[in-house]
C-alpha cells in the first residue's frame, strides 16, 4: 500500500504530564495553535469522533477534517485517525511524549497518509512538515508560557 509520512518534533521544557494538559484539551488548540480554527465534537477517549477545521501553511481556505480517536494514552500518546477523499486517502495523526532528563519532554508528531492517493500528497509534505513545526513550536510556547 503506498505511504507518505510528515514527521517533526522537538524538546519542550516541561515533563510529559503538563506537556499531555496541552495537548489533550483541544478545544482550546484555536486560542493558540496557528492552524486549527475550530475543533468539534471531542472527548479524549479512544473511539471518539472529533472534528478539527485547520488551515495549514498556504491553504487559501480552511479544510474540515473528520476523525476519531485512536489512542489517547494520557503523558504518552494521542492519536487520531479517519479518511479524507474516502478510502482512497487514509490519515493517522499522532503525538507520542517521550520524558527526557531534567523534567523535559520530546515531543514526536507524525502523520501517515495511506492508499491509492497517498502519493499525491508527496508534493505537500514539506508545505505540511513547515506548518506541523509552526503547530510544535505553539504547543511549546504554551506549555512553558503557561499561557
Not at 4 to 18: F, S, Y
Not at 77 to 93: C, K, N, S, V, Y
Not at 99 to 115: I, M, V, W
Request: glycine fraction near 8%.
Amino acid at each position: 500500500m503506498a505511504a507518505c509520512d510528515v514527521r517533526t518534533g522537538l524538546e519542550i521544557g516541561a515533563p510529559p504530564e503538563k506537556v499531555w494538559a496541552v495537548l489533550a484539551d483541544l478545544d482550546a488548540y484555536p486560542r493558540w495553535n496557528p492552524l486549527v480554527r475550530e475543533v468539534r465534537d471531542y472527548r479524549a477517549e479512544a473511539g471518539a469522533p472529533l472534528t478539527l477545521r485547520v488551515m495549514p501553511l498556504g491553504a487559501l481556505a480552511s479544510i474540515a477534517v473528520r476523525a476519531r480517536i485512536a489512542r489517547a494514552e494520557p503523558n504518552v500518546e494521542l492519536a487520531w485517525e479517519g479518511e479524507l477523499a474516502g478510502p482512497l486517502l487514509t490519515f493517522r495523526h499522532a503525538f507520542r511524549l517521550m520524558p527526557l532528563e531534567g523534567g523535559r519532554t520530546y515531543l514526536d508528531h507524525h502523520e501517515r497518509f495511506e492508499g491509492p492517493l497517498a502519493m499525491s500528497m508527496a508534493a505537500t509534505v514539506p508545505l505540511l512538515r513547515r506548518s506541523y513545526r509552526r503547530w510544535d513550536q505553539a504547543l511549546r510556547a504554551r506549555v512553558e508560557g503557561g499561557g
